[in-house]
Nanobody, 128 residues
Framework: QVQLVESGGGLAQPGGSLRLSCSTS????????IGWFRQAPGKEREWVSC????????YYSDSVKGRFTMSRDNANNTVYLQMNSLRPEDTAVFYC?????????????????????WGQGTQVTVSS
């Protein structure tokens, strides 16, 4: 069973930074995509970024491109989301999600329904 555990959320001031971590375990197959989503109160869950195991190339939503950086440490089975230039509208619960396959995965899934496994979420609050 794939397990995902997020950490690193908290309170940041506008313009500040936070780094989220997602510790992964239990993958059965060689190929996967790890994604970050967020959900603000009263809003739908929104795709933020994802990274594939094929080539470790990250993809970003337009709302975070240039401010957030996603990376993965394969030796430690952990992915990171470095969030800079934070804005109040970034306030949300951030979730790590994953999907795996026996063959290399192409593209960059942006829909929550495309992911099979989810972490418990970590709160990010951006406020002065």
């Amino acid at each position: 069973q794939v397990q995902l555990v997020e950490s690193g959320g908290g309170l940041a001031q506008p313009g500040g930074s936070l780094r989220l971590s997602c510790s992964t375990s239990g993958f059965r197959w060689a190929y996967n995509v790890i994604g970050w989503f967020r959900q603000a109160p009263g809003k739908e869950r929104e795709w933020v970024s994802c990274i594939t195991s094929n080539n470790d190339k990250p993809y970003y939503s337009d709302s975070v491109k240039g401010r957030f950086t996603m990376s993965r440490d394969n030796a430690n089975n952990t992915v990171y989301l470095q969030m800079n230039s934070l804005r109040p509208e970034d306030t949300a619960v951030f979730y790590c999600a994953a999907v795996e396959n026996i063959v290399p995965m192409t593209g960059h899934p942006e829909m929550a329904s495309e992911y099979d496994y989810w972490g418990q979420g970590t709160q990010v609050t951006v406020s002065s």
